[in-house]
């Protein structure tokens, strides 16, 4: 008999009854007393199923090998050498472990590092993507295709004939016996104040040249007409997703964009045309003077003509930085848009290239030329001052400070009177051909956003934050 434990005969052998197994004693003792299971079957058992076994005391012989010292000698030489392999082997597997260990924490180190950056990677173009209009599939920023096509020979010839009808009356034009004047400007007081008009707070405002209707729109994507007249809201013109960032009239037609990059026209509610070609939000809208051209630029760094005529785009120009803000020439030849590198760059509008750039340092806010052709005003972020650049010699021959941050800057048709609004209410400077000089005529406290002249400059328009428009003038 030998133990299935050991594998010797067992001094005090015991059998299980359950497999019928034998043990040495001492040996599953303590093995039940650990695991509590039978070690051949895995079976439970206890010291109660065991049954001893009686049997004859043997006495084992001595093996040969242990009978002589130079036997045993050879015997531990034996398990000393056992031993050294053993122990090598062990260290061998331990570097091994210890490699492949090493190897491993690297490839985690890569793998998390591999993740990180695919994970920024997604997050830019899940920004990206949200700036992209819904529908269009073109990728915002530098890597939107951009139709940088030549004019139509009749844009062209319209575009030549506007600049020559224009450039030959303009400067010889006398201001109109029923306009403004510095004494009536400076007595303005608040006729009228709306109920808030836009939900999210006033930013567009656009005044029709008949004095009558106005474009008013907030933070949302709905702009309003509503009648100076009648002080009340006639029709809603929806932009619909995004927000309505700018407006204008083309004639009787509204034209607004939007947060989405897109320009909308209508004619009364009724939506005419829709153009989506900017990969990012429009920033701003301006209107040729011939009233048939329609520029917008946006956050792609990108300005694209219209034909309002025939409703369709045509051409979209590529420059290096993101445009916040645009008009055209009085005569209709240039094109001025503002950037967030702080320059205002100046394009030729029948061929896209640039013309001139006037470096302002910050963010451009608003821009706007005056009549006479010859001045351009420009306002930065957070500025207080406005900064008036001569065409002809591309220098700032002005700066105008109004004591606060400026929203919106407004020049009256005959371009002698700016008006400015902000944080710190409305000013109004005039500009005076026989002392070559500027002077403050008007001054209100009450703080706006969006400032536009009425007809015969007889009023002027301002919007509050809150989306309250208020009409100044002329108490009777």
Known sequence: MLCAISGVPPEVPVVSR?????????????????????PTTGAALTTEDLLELKTQPNV??????????????????????SMALQVYKLQQDLKEARRELSVAMYQQDAARRVI??????????RAALSKVSVGRG??????????????PDSILGKIDSEQARLSKTRRKRPVP?????????????????????????????????????????????????????????LQLLNGGSGSITSGLWAQDKAVIATSTGTVKVFEAEEEVASFSTHGGSVNG?????????????????TYTLYDLEENQKLTQIQSDSALTCVQFHPDGHLLAAGAVDGQIKIFDVKTGSSAATFDLKSPIKCIIFSENGTWLAGVTESSSA???????????????????????????????????????????EQYSKASKDWSEVFKSATPGTKIAWGKNAQQLFQLSGEGVLTALGTAK
């Not at 012989?61 to 130079?70: A, M």
């Open 18 to 38: 359950k497999s019928g197994t034998v043990y040495e004693k001492r040996l599953i003792e303590a093995f039940i007393s650990e695991n509590g299971t039978e």
């Open 60 to 81: 084992t012989p001595r093996p040969p090998q242990l009978t002589s010292v130079p036997a045993m000698l050879a015997m531990f030489q034996n398990e000393w050498d």
């Open 116 to 125: 990180a950056k695919v994970a920024a990677e997604r997050d830019e173009a």
């Open 138 to 151: 073109a990728p915002s920023g530098d890597a939107m295709e951009v139709d940088n096509a030549p004019l």
């Open 177 to 233: 016996e029923e306009w403004a004047t510095a004494e009536s400007i400076s007595a303005y007081v608040p006729l009228s104040s709306s109920e808030p008009i836009c939900t999210g707070g006033g930013t567009v405002l656009a005044v029709h040249e008949s004095g009558d209707l106005a474009i008013v729109a907030g933070r949302d994507a709905d702009a309003t007409v509503f009648s100076l007249s009648q002080n009340r809201p």
């Open 285 to 301: 809208i301006a209107l040729h003077a011939s009233g048939s051209i329609l520029a917008s630029v946006g956050d792609d760094k």
């Open 386 to 428: 406005i900064s008036i650049w001569d065409l002809r010699k591309a220098t700032e021959i002005k700066s105008i400070e109004t004591g606060g941050p400026i929203e919106s800057i407004s020049w009256d048709f005959t371009g002698q009177f700016l008006a400015s609004i902000g944080a710190r209410g409305v000013t109004i």
